[in-house]
């Protein structure tokens, strides 16, 4: 079966503007969550969604924010990008909320210039 | 707040040679644990996991993990590495609905 698939694959951004990514997870899944990854932080956890509704949240700014669709969809969006918002961001989804444990996308990578 | 140690964050290996990574998690019920490699700009790829059950855990591409409650560890494990396995890995942690918690990462490096 098609695994988590993430688009776009690579995005480069302006400092100011706002991006919008996308992750579709595999058939059945109703848990998608959200990771930054940068070489100095490593992974952090930016948000979970179950079911449409958001169920636990990192550390971040308000600037982050996310949503899930009926079908599974989960879109993260980031606004006022600042030059550190660069990075891979990676998408997870899961079965059961985590006890069968997460698949990831390949990710997309951020440059924010 | 519950934490994945990875002590090393980074380790040659000879091609041949075994291999064995270390993480410890926090004290705590026991939790979910995992082990994921990631490629260079590519996702990660779910090794193995531990739920409950036998301790020895036999995963993909020829690698088992230990889980030693007593000493709040998850090691990594591997008979013979190949060059292909030059990675990174990271351990993670669940536990109920809590979020994945991941080690800082160890990097894998094969010399022939």
């Known amino acids: 079966k098609a695994g988590v698939t993430q688009t776009p694959r690579y995005l480069i951004k302006t400092r100011g503007q706002q991006v919008t990514l996308s992750c579709s997870p595999i058939?059945?899944?109703?848990?998608v969550s959200w990771y930054q990854q940068t070489p100095g932080q490593g992974l952090q956890f930016l948000f979970e969604?179950?079911?449409?509704?958001?169920?636990n949240k990192g550390n971040f700014p308000g600037r982050f924010s996310g949503r899930q669709f009926s079908n599974s969809r989960s879109e993260m969006n980031v606004s006022t990008l600042e030059l550190g918002d660069s990075a891979l961001y990676l998408c997870?989804?899961?079965?059961?909320?985590?006890?069968?444990?997460?698949?990831f996308g390949s990710g997309t990578r951020l440059t924010v210039v | 707040a519950q934490s994945v140690t990875q002590p090393d964050i980074h380790i040659t290996v000879s091609e041949g040679a075994s291999l064995e990574l270390r993480c410890n998690y926090s004290?705590?019920?026991?939790?979910?644990l995992f082990w994921y490699v990631q490629s260079p700009g590519q996702g990660l790829q779910l090794l193995l996991k531990?739920?409950?059950?036998?301790?020895l855990v036999q995963g993909i591409k020829g690698f088992e993990a230990e889980f030693k409650r007593s000493q709040s560890s998850f090691n990594l494990r591997k008979p013979s590495v190949h060059w292909s396995d030059a990675a990174e890995y990271f351990c993670?942690?669940?536990?109920?609905?809590?979020?994945?918690?991941f080690g800082t990462g160890t990097r894998l490096t094969i010399i022939p």
């Open positions: 531990y739920f409950s059950g036998d301790t």
């Open positions: 004290y705590g019920a026991t939790p979910y």
């Open positions: 969604y179950f079911s449409e509704t958001q169920r």
């Open positions: 058939s059945g899944h109703r848990s």
């Open positions: 993670a942690r669940g536990f109920g609905n809590e979020k994945l918690t």
């Open positions: 997870a989804s899961s079965l059961d909320r985590g006890a069968s444990g997460y698949t």
